[in-house]
């Protein structure tokens, strides 16, 4: 989860590690440091807090034609704390490193070195790896790191440099991601591509077990058994453009904003003579006729565009869908039951989720041919899948997801509506229907951004409630575990998503005089049934607000308190319009309340840890 940043060239090093770093908080941002070289003196500055902090107390620093690394930071190891953020150093601080991973052995490693006399000052499992790679320094840092990461168990991404070898850094990479930017007369290590895109477009990217030595002119790139490897370069379709807010308060309401384009191009993308094509993702009628089942495992939004998914893909295809939560899924005891007649696909924005790849190796281990649905071009998801679908969402920043979820439904309806064409249960008039309706979204997205106004009056009627319910049927219920989440990842308030009919199995004993029980309601054949939900939780003295499609928002007011209309759309497609006013409610709390909206406490984007 970590930001890792490493540069080597003529610039100042301070603020391209400050401003890389800066790129990088989504990833983490408990604590932040840099570490560069100056006069033949390693130099670390270190700061709890965010990276304002250790701006602050770099001051006006200035440090030409030489290496630095920096790190922001995700506590596993340790508190967030001055000592515990990185860069760590060996004894002497003569050598520095940042990590991003876990060191799974690290107790083991750290009493073995202190039987050596090392003595340790932070609670971390990195400085572990500092103290390991200076106990193997023999005159030589590459081979020091080589023989040090041997002895480590668990996940890293290595940055490294040394006043002993003070014109080149070293980099490793094991299950945690890290690109090498290939710059002109400098060149700098990442953990993600918004890092470089101001120096370089063209990166390597560095894979399991490999080691690269970056200097000014050159980068080379080494094998686990320290042979000369040549890579290809991979270049970044992204701009420097989409890393920046453009004029808007937030990276939240920029991306929440950016949806219907980021539709309109996933679909697009897809789309050839008007009909969905995924070929390229081995969707073909061969394959579809032979498989029993589908399985879709993934994280956080990604696994409630999965539920979503799921709901689409049983009406229109005909054929079970399993989801699952990949960290559940990895760990199935003895082991997950996976038929090779199964297909098997991941979802994950930023492609690098640790525990939607361990997931993704453990089907393919089980002969499964796996389908990933990403974001990012070059993760380490798209690279190890067997077929890649990419939702073309644009860079996105906020740490809570918005178009990157949204994008991951559309894909899934994509694939609803094929594997029904193909498998016979969507006839060809509704297939065609079913199109037509996908491309009216982005319009109708649009106006739900435009009539945005009774959303944010809600907001600043309900932001400090400390409980609210989301409550819906079918496919609405998967939509409102979004809608929950997004509130609470943004605004700190407790949300439960309940299927309304399970509702008075248990939580209905919280509901109270004025709790704000939010419900989705758009599936027509499941209306009679909602309302009576609705009922049962106005008798206990609950605030409802309802959302539905226009047409039905005079049936729906006279059950609710306050009803958000959507725009008119076959139910089956409502869900995916009704994704963005729950955004803005969570956005508009949270900033009612004043939380940090594009960092939300305790999270990260890229979860990179199991
Ligand atoms: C984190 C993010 C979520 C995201 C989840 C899965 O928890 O904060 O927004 O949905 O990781 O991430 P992925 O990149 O695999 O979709």
Redesign the pocket.
């Known amino acids: 989860m970590c930001g890792i940043v490493g540069y080597v060239g003529k610039r100042d090093v301070i603020p391209v590690l400050l401003g890389g770093l800066q790129k990088l908080e989504y990833r983490g941002y408990d604590s932040a440091g840099i570490a560069y070289i100056q006069n033949d003196k390693m130099h670390i500055v270190k700061s709890k807090g965010r990276l304002t902090n250790l701006e602050k107390k770099l001051g006006d620093v200035v440090a030409e034609n030489t290496i630095g690394i920096g790190h922001t930071r995700w506590a596993t190891h340790g508190e967030p704390s001055d000592v515990n953020a990185h860069p760590h150093t060996d004894a002497a601080g003569d050598l520095a490193i940042v990590h991003n991973g876990i060191i799974e052995n690290f107790a083991k490693l750290k009493t073995w070195l202190q039987a050596k006399g090392i003595h340790f000052i932070s609670d971390t499992d990195t400085e572990v790896v500092a103290h390991l790679i200076n106990y193997f320094d023999e005159g030589d840092l590459k081979t020091a790191v080589m023989r040090a990461i041997k002895m480590l168990e668990g996940s890293y991404a290595l940055g490294v440099m040394s006043i002993k070898e003070p014109h080149r850094i070293i980099a490793a990479r094991k299950d945690s991601p890290l690109v090498i930017g290939l710059g002109k007369g400098e060149n700098l290590i990442a953990s993600d591509f918004p890092a470089l895109l101001e120096y370089t477009k063209d990166v390597y990217l560095l894979d399991d077990g490999e080691i690269a030595v970056i200097t000014e002119k050159d980068v080379e790139v080494y094998d686990s058994y320290g042979n000369h490897i040549e890579k290809e370069h991979f270049t970044i379709d992204w701009d420097v453009a989409q890393a920046e807010k453009g004029g808007w308060e937030h990276f939240m309401i920029k991306e929440i904003h950016e949806q219907p384009t980021a539709m309109h191009d996933t679909l697009m993308a897809r789309m050839r003579d008007g009909k969905i094509d995924l070929s390229e993702i081995n969707i073909t009628e061969e394959l579809i006729k032979g498989i029993r089942g589908i399985h879709i495992v993934?994280?956080?939004?990604?696994?409630?565009a999965g539920i979503l998914g799921k709901y689409v893909i049983e009406n229109i295809a005909r054929i079970p869908v399993n989801v699952d939560v990949a960290s559940e899924f990895r760990y199935r005891m003895p082991s997950p039951l996976l038929s090779k007649e199964d297909l098997f696909i991941v979802?994950?924005?930023?492609?690098?989720?640790a525990d939607?790849i361990a997931a993704l190796r453990e089907a393919q281990s089980k002969g499964a041919k796996v389908i990933a649905i990403?974001?990012v071009k070059g993760s380490t998801?798209s690279r190890e899948a067997d077929f890649t679908m990419h939702t073309q969402a644009g860079m996105e920043i906020a740490?809570?997801?918005s178009k990157?979820?949204l994008t991951?439904v559309l894909c899934l309806y994509m694939i609803a509506a094929e594997i029904g064409r193909m498998r016979g249960s969507l006839d060809d008039a509704d297939y065609i229907d079913f199109i037509e309706n996908l491309k009216k979204i982005p319009s109708l997205l649009e106006q739900i951004l435009r009539d945005k106004e009774k959303i944010q009056q809600l907001a600043s009627q309900r932001f400090m409630d400390v409980n609210e319910f989301f409550i819906g049927r079918g496919a609405d219920y998967a939509l409102m575990m979004e809608g929950s989440l997004k509130l609470k990842?943004l605004s700190y308030i407790h949300s439960e998503t309940y299927a309304a009919g399970e509702l008075k199995h248990g939580p209905i004993a919280l509901i109270e005089q004025n709790t704000l029980v939010m419900v989705l309601a758009t599936q027509t054949v499941l209306m009679e049934k909602l309302i009576s939900n609705i009922r049962e939780v106005k008798a206990r003295g609950a605030f409802v607000v309802a959302m539905t499609q226009q047409r039905n928002v005079e049936t729906v007011e006279k059950e609710a308190d306050m009803v958000l209309p959507l725009p008119d759309i076959d139910d089956l497609f409502a869900p995916i319009l009704a994704a963005v006013p729950y955004q803005l409610y969570g956005y508009y709390t949270a900033v009612f309340k004043g939380c940090d909206v594009d960092k939300p406490r305790n999270?990260?984007?890229?979860?990179t840890v199991e």
């Open positions: 993934a994280c956080g939004s990604a696994y409630h979802i994950s924005q930023s492609g690098e989720t939607t990403t974001n998801i740490v809570a997801t990157g979820y991951q990842e999270l990260a984007k890229s979860v």
